[in-house]
């Protein structure tokens, strides 16, 4: 039951209308018998800091999602870890006064790659947000060299020399056995694909951080040019459980009650 005694969690983005972070941390709240609710708020940039600095100071706390993970890590007073690394924030909370940011973004995308059964082959990244840095440090972490790209050649020099910066290697996109598209792509019905398949002959992975009712375009092209594909549902519940966690540190993430609530909405 909701009361003035409450915590309110929320995501901040723009737009925030698809994310299914609140029906899947909402079932989770209401599992567990937690005096809690999570909502959708759409902010601009300039409004974001102290939006979320409201929110936890109020006891509550939440997630950023683009495109402002980045802002984000510049409005909390301590990053974690991943979020120092990654540079970008999209979880938040509260602890002795201060503001906390830590970036879960990494961990999901592990997991989502795990569950695909991923080799050592060198990963391809399109986009140059934060997502695609999050996929750039957990290459990192699975120890592969990546390939990146973007439609602004300067953001792609910006972007490649960030990559190198974290200890990454680059090497040719022709290279790559995993394709993770880490672009908003595919969040409107009438988007492009984000990568065209051909120049990829060593493909056997294909990622979307998107997810989508079904699955998302590029997913069903893909589906018979590569042995794996998967959307960015796995992703998504992978990270909100470790943003749960961080939210409730005694408490354990009902994995499987949150995985259901997203399988439910993309029927």
């Keep these: 039951m909701i009361s003035g005694r409450s915590r309110v969690f929320v995501v901040l983005g723009d737009p925030v209308s698809h994310s299914l972070s609140p029906a899947m941390q909402n079932a989770?709240?209401?599992v567990?018998?937690?005096?809690?609710?999570?909502?959708?708020?759409?902010?601009?940039?300039?409004?974001?800091?102290?939006?979320?600095r409201a929110v936890?100071?109020?006891?509550?706390?939440?997630?950023?999602?683009?495109?402002?993970k980045q802002v984000a890590a510049r409005s909390v007073d301590i990053c974690r870890p991943w979020a120092e690394i990654v540079e970008a924030c999209n979880t938040f909370w509260s602890e002795d006064g201060r503001i906390i940011g830590d970036n879960t973004d990494v961990l999901g995308i592990l997991e989502a790659l795990h569950q695909l059964e991923v080799s050592a082959e060198p990963w391809f990244v399109a986009g140059t947000g934060a997502g695609a840095r999050a996929a750039v440090v957990a290459a990192r972490?699975?120890?592969?060299?990546?390939?990146?790209?973007?439609?602004?050649?300067?953001r792609q020099g910006e972007f490649e020399n960030w990559a190198t910066s974290r200890g990454v290697s680059l090497v040719d996109p022709s290279e790559c056995?995993?394709?993770i598209n880490a672009t908003p792509l595919g969040l409107q019905p009438d988007d492009p694909l984000p990568i065209e398949p051909e120049g990829f002959p060593r493909a056997e992975i294909a990622f979307d951080m998107v997810y989508a009712p079904g699955e998302t375009a590029w997913i069903r092209a893909m589906r018979s040019r590569?042995?794996?594909?998967?959307?960015?549902?796995?992703?998504?519940?992978?990270?909100?459980?470790?943003?749960?966690?961080l939210w409730?540190?005694?408490?354990r993430a009902p994995v499987e009650v949150m995985?259901?609530?997203?399988?439910?909405?993309?029927?």
């Design 28 to 30: 989770a709240f209401r």
């Design 32 to 52: 567990l018998g937690l005096s809690a609710v999570y909502v959708p708020l759409q902010c601009c940039q300039a409004d974001l800091p102290s939006l979320l």
């Design 56 to 68: 936890a100071r109020a006891g509550g706390g939440g997630n950023v999602t683009v495109p402002h």
């Design 141 to 154: 972490e699975h120890g592969v060299p990546v390939a990146v790209r973007s439609r602004e050649p300067q």
């Design 177 to 179: 056995g995993v394709l």
């Design 226 to 245: 590569v042995r794996r594909a998967a959307d960015g549902r796995t992703m998504l519940v992978a990270q909100g459980a470790a943003a749960f966690e």
């Design 248 to 251: 409730f540190p005694r408490k």
């Design 259 to 267: 995985k259901a609530a997203v399988n439910v909405a993309l029927r």
